[in-house]
């Protein structure tokens, strides 16, 4: 019996050495954290850039709310959808600007209501908010400036907050920490017929996030046939990603269902049937995920399109596809570089 019970005891000594402990946590380890502000009732004067909110990061740090509404004299205005937003991250130069357009593709005043979780406008009168995730690892400086028809001071609410220690994710893809987001716009631009129309240009590699694609006037309905190409890696071959203006923001045939809002894409006015303009759409690369290689990456559009001797569209060369004319457009695009 003696035998037995120090073999029994040695068992379990032995299974105790060999057990799996569980995990613990690193002394001085980072885990998700919260921060933000908001603001009831500030006053911006007209044409001036007003500091909102200046936040010093202390460790890695991700906006990910940005939310605003605004009166003028107590009144709403459609000058106020002219307010622009400017975020500068880590004081660098380049910085992004932000107007109820560009982050929920409706005008300040629109009665339309809509959204989904990257972007949207919840009232008939502003309510704008985005949930696009800025990265930065020191500063982040949020000003306010409205401009156009704006004279007196706009009285603005506004919302910010983010998360400490978490990386920016992409269709499952934690981006680098060295990741940094970018906007690149054009502005009511003519562009002649057949032209292609630079979307984004970077030497560097990363990701599109966000295209936002406004046709303003054109006396052609067939604009419309333009594709989209991306050229990577300094590569002259282009990857075609959509077979005309409609199909890649997730439609087709003219978007003969009329205007929609998807999570990925959506078209928010001008669509079926009025091909004249001005048709605004919008499409999110999330779940769709374009990444790009460093060695020079350009991503176009096209003011109508070419035909090959097959009848097959989307070539550089060849027989115009029925008769574009020239067109104004405005773009806003977001994408992230590293």
């Known amino acids: 019996m003696m035998k037995i019970a120090i073999f029994i005891a040695f068992f379990f000594v032995i299974a105790s050495c060999i057990a799996v402990d569980e995990?613990?946590?690193?002394?001085?380890?980072?885990?998700?954290?919260?921060?933000?502000?908001?603001?009831?009732?500030?006053?911006?004067?007209?044409?001036?850039?007003?500091?909102?909110?200046?936040?010093?990061?202390?460790?890695?740090?991700?906006?990910?709310?940005?939310?605003?509404?605004?009166?003028?004299?107590?009144?709403?205005?459609?000058?106020?959808?002219?307010?622009?937003?400017?975020?500068?991250?880590?004081?660098?130069?380049?910085?992004?600007?932000?107007?109820?357009?560009?982050?929920?593709?409706?005008?300040?005043?629109?009665?339309?209501?809509?959204?989904?979780?990257?972007?949207?406008?919840?009232?008939?009168?502003?309510?704008?908010?985005?949930?696009?995730?800025?990265?930065?690892?020191?500063?982040?400086?949020?000003?306010?400036?409205?401009?156009?028809?704006?004279?007196?001071?706009?009285?603005?609410?506004?919302m910010a907050r983010g998360m400490r220690n978490q990386p920016v994710m992409i269709s499952g893809v934690a981006l680098p920490a060295t990741a940094r987001l970018r906007q690149s716009t054009i502005s009511n631009q003519l562009f002649k017929r057949l032209e292609y129309v630079p979307l984004i240009s970077t030497n560097k590699a990363g990701a599109i996030w966000h295209t936002q694609v406004e046709m303003i006037k054109t006396t052609s309905p067939n604009w419309i046939e333009g594709c989209f190409r991306i050229f990577n890696g300094g590569s002259t071959t282009p990857t075609v990603i959509g077979t005309g203006f409609e199909d890649y923001f997730q439609s087709s045939f003219t978007f003969s269902g009329g205007a929609f809002q998807f999570p990925e894409a959506g078209c928010l006015k001008g669509c079926f049937p009025n091909t004249l303009g001005p048709t605004l759409a919008y499409k999110v690369h999330d779940r769709d995920a374009i990444f790009f290689e460093a060695g020079g990456f350009k991503f176009t559009w096209r003011i109508g399109d070419i035909t090959n001797s097959l009848g097959q569209k989307c070539h550089d060369k060849g027989t115009p596809f029925f008769d574009p004319h020239d067109a104004t457009v405005s773009t806003n695009v977001w994408y992230y570089e590293w």
């Open 23 to 158: 995990p613990k946590q690193k002394v001085g380890a980072t885990y998700p954290a919260t921060f933000g502000s908001a603001y009831s009732m500030i006053s911006l004067p007209a044409g001036k850039d007003t500091v909102m909110w200046d936040y010093k990061a202390t460790t890695f740090s991700v906006l990910s709310y940005f939310w605003w509404t605004a009166s003028f004299n107590d009144k709403p205005s459609s000058c106020l959808q002219d307010i622009i937003y400017t975020i500068t991250v880590d004081g660098e130069k380049q910085t992004l600007n932000f107007t109820s357009k560009s982050l929920s593709g409706e005008d300040f005043m629109t009665k339309g209501v809509w959204g989904h979780e990257h972007f949207g406008k919840g009232s008939t009168i502003g309510a704008v908010y985005s949930t696009m995730r800025i990265p930065f690892a020191k500063r982040l400086l949020i000003t306010g400036r409205p401009t156009s028809c704006v004279v007196n001071p706009a009285t603005v609410w506004w």
